[in-house]
């Protein structure tokens, strides 16, 4: 003698496949989270102001960029002339300079007024060339 029993609704829900999925997307996120982060390291200096000091017989190689001149960026070496450059040329020529003085100092003086992208793409070329750490020159403020 069978009675027909029904089955009761079971009221719990079994949240295996929502565990496997969320374990897939973390593994998915930390994969690729670092693949995205980009950018260009800058040492900062520790001091409110420091003085660059000049290697003897290395001078520093500055990479000047002007907000309005004829020329926006222009590269010089130690007390020389300014030489004008185009943005895509300043990997090569300060590639070749470091490669000939190993030590180089490398440092940036742009006009107050420059956007920052163009300071970005200078430092981008300059690690592009093997140039470990790049300065930035900065005028002391008036009292």
Do not use: C, W
Request: no cysteine.
């Amino acid at each position: 003698m069978r009675k027909n029993k029904r089955r009761k609704p079971m009221g719990e829900i079994n949240v295996v496949p929502y565990i496997d999925v969320t374990l897939v997307l973390l593994i998915i996120f930390m994969i690729t989270t670092p693949m995205l982060q980009t950018g260009v390291d800058v040492d900062l200096p520790k001091a409110e102001s420091a003085n660059v000091e000049v290697k003897e017989g290395k001078p520093p190689i500055i990479i000047h960029i002007y907000k309005e001149h004829k020329h926006k960026y222009e590269i010089s070496v130690g007390d020389e002339d300014k030489v004008p450059v185009e943005l895509e040329d300043i990997n090569e020529r300060v590639a070749a300079i470091v490669g000939a003085n190993k030590d180089s100092q490398v440092l940036i003086a742009a006009d107050g007024d420059v956007d920052y992208r163009s300071v970005v793409k200078v430092m981008t070329s300059l690690k592009n060339a093997g140039v470990p750490n790049v300065g930035l020159m900065t005028q002391p403020e008036d009292d």
